[in-house]
């Protein structure tokens, strides 16, 4: 009876070596482009995650009487803090944390015809770009849920999934030469600035979701 009591008490260490706390390393993709990671493991139910996404694509649109041709330029790092309310029965997680960096959205406005319009009126381009750029805040709070990056998991390869919200205004800065704020007035220029920070208001909730591919050691 003894030896057979031993025998269970080796086969159950062994069932459980897999599933000791790991640090792990990761890859991913989603709305925030391309991206990687590192998780380090609190306890059984928490992480500290560390990572950096990046991505650029052009965009045109228009706001008011004007069309602009817009670069986003999404390039952050991440740090995240991962709670698990049953990490030993299931992957599910609640994540907070926040996206530390500069994304922007850089916009020139074009003209087919050699004159803008701006407040409902039309001026001569003579020659010159109007310029905006939206601004994220440096810091942005993020909250959302996900499975995978479990602390107490068997090493090796394994997939994660998350879907949340970060939180951040934008701030316009609109650049339009002396001889068009001449022409068409301060006044103008002002509402035509209101326009793009009211459309920029709009982004001021930026959804993740994102996907990858993990290693635990």
């Known amino acids: ?14 069932l459980a070596c897999p599933l000791a706390q790991a640090r792990e390393v990761y890859g991913q993709i989603g709305t925030e482009g391309v991206g990687i990671g590192y998780s380090e493991p609190f306890g059984t139910r928490d992480n500290v995650r560390v990572e950096f996404n990046g991505l650029s694509f052009s965009h045109s649109f228009n706001t008011g009487d004007l069309h602009y041709d817009g670069t986003a330029n999404i390039y952050h790092g991440g740090l995240y803090v991962d709670f698990f309310p049953a990490p030993n029965s299931v992957g599910f997680r609640l994540t907070a944390g926040a996206l530390i960096g500069g994304d922007n959205v850089d916009a020139t406005a074009t003209s087919m015809n050699g004159t803008y319009t701006i407040n409902g009126v039309p001026y001569s381009t003579l020659g010159q770009s109007i310029h905006a750029k939206a601004r994220f805040p440096t810091v942005r709070p993020y909250v959302g849920i996900g499975f995978g ?69």
């Open 1 to 14: 009876m003894k030896n057979i009591l031993i025998v269970m008490a080796a086969g159950a260490a062994v």
């Open 149 to 217: 990056h479990t602390p107490v998991a068997q090493k090796g390869f394994s997939m994660f999934f998350d879907a949340g919200v970060a939180y951040g205004r934008p701030r316009v800065d609109l650049d339009v030469p002396a001889d068009i704020v001449a022409e068409a007035g301060q006044a103008s220029i002002d509402a035509e600035k209101q326009e793009l920070q009211d459309k920029a208001d709009k982004l001021r909730f930026y959804p993740i979701v994102k996907v990858g591919v993990t290693y635990r050691f």
